[in-house]
């Protein structure tokens, strides 16, 4: 049934990628290989890819989602393209916290907030 | 290795999720213990966390206490199915729970090689940020009130309190 589904949708606006995931939880092993391969040949498909991440239809998450968006940040910085995560919802939020990831991403509380972040 | 004498027979001895219950009495109290074989397989892991889940929610566990057991029990059978047993079909993940309204109760065990819980790299740190890898036991013990590793680091057990069951809401 939710097979079918693609992982995310995307939104363009401008040259920045929107990316909401349509399901509510990060967890299947098959449902992170799959957002990963997508969010990767959106990144491939520019030089300086602008990618956002919107988190607000996500409830739970797990440390090899974690491990997924570690590797496209990693995709992103030698791409020299910019990330944002936006609209994580609390207790999401305290997972990046705990693991101190909240250093490596940029988190901002808003979709507005994050787009706005992003440089030329 | 222990898997030399691993063939179709053992893998039979796999049954759904739940058959091995040492409480075969439906009608006992939702609380018992259970005890659960199942493979390597994550479809099984996912049908048996969900009846886990279910019985915390039954017990009358709060919002915070439901998200961290899901998740260190998502970690802890990640950990056994994938890096423990390695996704062997041939090896088991054993599973106990003893979930009451005081309190959630989980070991699981794998049938790897176990692991040194002291040899793991701290993944917040500045040189380990980056990585993939390593995150799942930093959020079981953060998430979860106590957790032991036993059998050579192949069993965890995880303790949750209900702390909010101190203050039950009144209906009327």
Known sequence: MSESIPPVSVIQNKDIRIVEF?????????????????????????????????????DH???????????????????????????IKQQILEVFLLTKLNKLFRILPSRDEALASFTQ | MSISGA???????????????????????????????????????????????????????GDQAIFAIKLALEEAM???????????????????????????????????????????PDPTADENIEKCSGRGILLMEAYMTSVEYGA???R????KKNEEQATPHLSS
């Open chain 2, 152 to 154: 050579n680091g192949r």
């Open chain 2, 156 to 159: 965890v057990k995880m303790i």
């Open chain 1, 61 to 87: 998450l797990s440390s090899a989602a974690l491990g997924m968006l570690i590797n496209i940040n990693n995709r992103v910085k030698k791409k020299n393209g910019q990330l944002r995560l936006a609209n």
């Open chain 2, 78 to 120: 990640i950990n056994a199915i994938k890096h423990g047993n390695k996704l062997d079909p041939a090896k088991s993940v054993h599973i106990a729970y003893h979930v009451t309204p005081q309190q959630a109760e989980i070991t699981v065990e794998d049938e790897g090689g176990g692991f040194d819980r002291h040899c793991v």
């Open chain 2, 7 to 61: 063939n179709n027979d053992d893998r039979r001895k796999h049954r759904p999720a739940g058959e091995h219950r040492s409480s075969s009495d439906s009608a006992r109290s939702d609380s018992s213990p259970v005890r659960v074989t199942i493979p390597s397989d994550f479809g099984a892991s996912r049908e048996i966390q969900k009846q886990i889940i279910d019985r915390v929610v039954r017990c009358g566990f």
């Open chain 1, 22 to 58: 349509t399901n509510n939880k990060i967890l299947d092993e098959a449902n992170i290989a799959d957002i990963g391969q997508t969010l990767i040949s959106l990144i491939d498909e520019r030089d300086y890819p602008k990618l956002l991440l919107d988190f607000s239809s996500v």
